[in-house]
């Protein structure tokens, strides 16, 4: 498609830990290159500078948890040619989505003396439950390497290769020696999408669930193998509920632990 | 997104979005009949409650989620979280262990300072919007900016796992320990980074600096034995020194009439000032001699209060960290266990270590199965709010023959100055969007 400019590229955040975008500065070898190829047009953490919408590639980093967010992301959404969502707080409401467990009211009264002066929702809730997302990029953090493969597939048209599939997969492929099987560690990469290139079982821990389930997952079957290693109920239900506790394949999860 | 608007009375500086801070905020400072009538930095970045939802959660569970908390310091997080709840514990952890937390917390020092040195701050004085802008005429300089960011990620990413939301650390110590021959190659990068440090404060020691001096109230860790990251008591310039676990008994946090952030305050003393300029004040005779002489070389007494020269001594920092690291390098054994055993016990315990911007309190209260029964987290924004505030003060004060977009860009600067990573202090502090 022809252009008469350079892409535009935008960088918004929501309640996030800055963590994601920062992933983007995190491409210490790669920045420059990819600023040659499109135009930083706003990206408040990295510049002063502010080119008007509307952007070509808008990344989304954070959930909504305040009336106001609620409002900007439309405005995000219709200066956006495409919306990505980077992140466990953009695709599924993060860690300040344990809120929607609880009351609200409560968390505000523990960690606020005059909850009155505080604008916040009832629930933290990913993007995509507020407008149309083109495309949900995983991980807490997400993973750089997969943020510029995504904005290298947009920039020219095609579909990200992200695979969907589990974090085991990607033990098999670094050779790792599964923790589960070999030590009895309850790890939750039968279930977890893959991304992070299997971290903690390369360093002797289990997976603790940061890119979300993964496609089809079959968490019921893996909670079974957990209770045969002697995880406790609460155990279970709160290694669903961390950082990806409201994708829906978590929540029910969790859930269903919880009524039991 | 920069308004200005003045009549011949009253003119008022509104920068709704900062840009090039950790997170959102916004500066008002209203001027009248040549005088400063009112200042606010201001954070409008929603609150996401963590202590709150820490509650609940097993001792074990705290380093990860905490670190959560920020992208850019998720050490600092880890390691204070670590320290106070392994003294709810009465855990003690020495040695190579301890050692190999020291080095993980350089790592976190030289990408984050690294960040705000060359990303965040250089722009200023150079007159661009960006490291990308300034790139175009400033390569050589933005280069060895991101490779010595780089320099201090890989050494995050080979011990904690990887740069952001590093996985290894756990109570007790870590899940894998590095083999000697593992440190190899990140030892030689950071040789390279400690010339390309000393460069930098070279370098630093340069640029043009607006003559501002202030009479802070510095606070900061202080060891016996080494510049301060995990331990020390915590002392100032004006005759405090006290333990970690007296903290709440010597700072409170105040709710100011013109502007609805709880403010952290000495008690009866006021605002204070944490980060690298209070470490390096407090700490300068237990930098190693030759980094003091390159302290010296590049200008820096043993005091620096202008803030805008932050900029030297985060880059002093950067070169210290990279030095210290390979110190540690050259001396770590191999620890026969990655971690120490650790056996839940009831109790509350406290912790404060020196992030990139300054000390980070926590305080845990356990139950006797190792549950989190009560948490509290002082990031250092929310500490030096109130000074940032009065630095405003005083530099808009003496600044007001500026053009009015220069004034807003030197406002903006001065908030910059001390590295605000407003996702930290906010899930502390007391929002109300103002709407104007």
Partial sequence: ?260 | MRKTNSSSKSETIKVDCLARVEGEGSLYVRVREGRVVDVKFKIFEPPRFFEALLRGRNYSEVPDITARICGICPIAYQMSSCHAIEDALGIIVGGPLRALRRLIYCGEWIESHALHVFMLHAPDFLGYADAIQMAKDHSGVVQRGLQLKKAGNELVTLLGGREIHPINVRIGGFYKVPARSELGPVAERLKWAREAALETLRWAAHLPFPAIERDYEFVALRHDSEYPFNEGRIVSNKGLEIDVRDYDAHFLEEHVSHSNALHCLLKGRGAYLVGPLARYQLNFDQLSPWVREAAREAGLGPACRNPFQSIVVRSLEILYACDEALRIIEEYQMPESPAIEVQPRAGTGYGCTEAPRGILYHRYQLDDAGVIVDAKIVPPTSQNQKMIEEDLWQLASQSLQLPEDQLAWQCEQAIRNHDPCISCATHFLKLHVERD
């Fill in chain 1, 1 to 260: 498609m022809a252009r008469q400019h350079k892409p535009r590229l935008a960088v918004w955040k929501f309640a996030s830990c800055d963590g994601c975008q920062l992933s983007l500065l995190d491409c210490e070898d790669e920045l420059l290159a990819v600023a040659e190829k499109l135009e930083i047009a706003n990206f408040p953490e990295a510049s002063r500078a502010v080119v008007k919408g509307p952007y070509d590639l808008s990344l989304v980093e954070g959930s909504i948890t305040t009336p106001h967010d609620a409002e900007r992301i439309h405005q995000v959404r219709r200066a956006s040619r495409y919306l990505v969502t980077i992140g466990a707080c953009a695709t599924a409401g993060g860690i300040q989505a344990l809120r929607n467990f609880g009351n609200v009211k409560e968390f505000l009264s523990i960690v606020y003396a005059q909850p009155e002066y505080i604008e916040t929702l009832n629930k933290s809730t990913p993007i995509a439950d507020h407008v149309f997302v083109d495309f949900e990029l995983r991980g807490c953090p997400i993973n750089k390497q997969q943020l510029l493969e995504v904005i290298s597939a947009f920039l020219h048209g095609r579909k990200p290769n992200t695979p969907p599939h589990s974090v085991c997969i990607e033990c098999k492929l670094r050779g790792t020696v599964c923790v589960m099987v070999a030590h009895g560690t309850p790890c939750l990469g039968p279930v977890t999408q893959a991304g992070c290139g299997a971290i903690c079982p390369t360093y002797h821990r289990g997976c603790y669930g940061c890119f979300g389930p993964k496609e089809t997952p079959n968490t019921a079957s893996l909670s079974q193998w957990w209770s045969h290693l002697g995880v406790s109920r609460p155990d279970l239900i709160r290694a669903f509920r961390s950082f990806n506790a409201c994708a829906e394949p978590f929540r029910k999860e969790s859930e269903v632990h919880e009524k039991n």
